[in-house]
T-cell receptor
Framework: ETGVTQTPRHLVMGMTNKKSLKCEQH?????MYWYKQSAKKPLELMFV???????ENNSVPSRFSPECPNSSHLFLHLHTLQPEDSALYLC??????????????FGEGSRLTVL | GQNIDQPTEMTATEGAIVQINCTYQ??????LFWYQQHAGEAPTFLSY??LDGLEEKGRFSSFLSRSKGYSYLLLKELQMKDSASYLC??????????WGAGTKLIIKP
């Protein structure tokens, strides 16, 4: 396995379901990110983890809950989502230094549909 | 507020040259990225500019003018596989990435 892998690639869930998205990076990077991508909108940063510590939470609703058990794995737990949460959720990793993030390496994304 | 502007969509012909512009208004500047994203796939890194001028990488070049808050991505000898969205992102004074909405490039034979 190389790069950044995300599972599942597609997920359909009802508003009362609980599900999780998984991301794994094999690049030895020290930072991992969750982004939301909606059609014709800029990428929205949701969460950043640097050395397993959450350093960013951009006013994301509590129905999204991140978990970073180690520097290679990142989860996004989903609970009681709304239809407007339907989007592509992208995980990324980078080597973050004093100058901020370097080049981001993205996973293929998890396409979420909330019914 | 912080803002990145890119055209929503562009069309070009196979074999031709196309220039995708990106203008930004951000609180400080610490570099500008271009990414390519094919439909249904992950964005992939194309280029990074932090100093003014042109960076050439094969058929792709990226230009930056910090005084004008402007960058462009130049694609030469267009191929059908270049049909994709092109994302511009600026690293601001807090080293946060500010993203544009992306430019969808359609290549016609």
């Amino acid at each position: 396995e190389t790069g950044v892998t995300q599972t599942p690639r597609h997920l359909v869930m009802g508003m009362t379901n609980k599900k999780s998205l998984k991301c794994e990076q094999h690049l030895g990077h020290n930072a991992m990110y969750w982004y939301k991508q909606s059609a014709k909108k800029p990428l929205e940063l949701m969460f950043v983890y640097n050395f397993k510590e959450q350093t960013e939470n951009n006013s994301v609703p509590s129905r999204f809950s991140p978990e970073c058990p180690n520097s290679s794995h990142l989860f996004l737990h989903l609970h009681t989502l709304q239809p407007e949460d339907s989007a592509l959720y992208l995980c990324a990793s980078s080597q973050e230094g004093e100058g901020g993030p370097g080049e981001l390496f993205f996973g293929e994304g998890s396409r979420l549909t909330v019914l | 507020g912080q803002n990145i502007d890119q055209p929503t969509e562009m069309t070009a012909t196979e074999g031709a040259i196309v220039q995708i512009n990106c203008t930004y208004q951000t609180s400080g500047f610490n570099g500008l990225f271009w990414y390519q994203q094919h439909a249904g796939e992950a964005p992939t890194f194309l280029s990074y500019n932090v100093l003014d001028g042109l960076e050439e990488k094969g058929r792709f070049s990226s230009f930056l003018s910090r005084s004008k808050g402007y960058s462009y991505l130049l694609l030469k000898e267009l191929q059908m596989k270049d049909s994709a969205s092109y994302l511009c992102a600026v690293k601001d004074s807090n080293y946060q990435l500010i993203w544009g909405a992306g430019t969808k490039l359609i290549i016609k034979p």
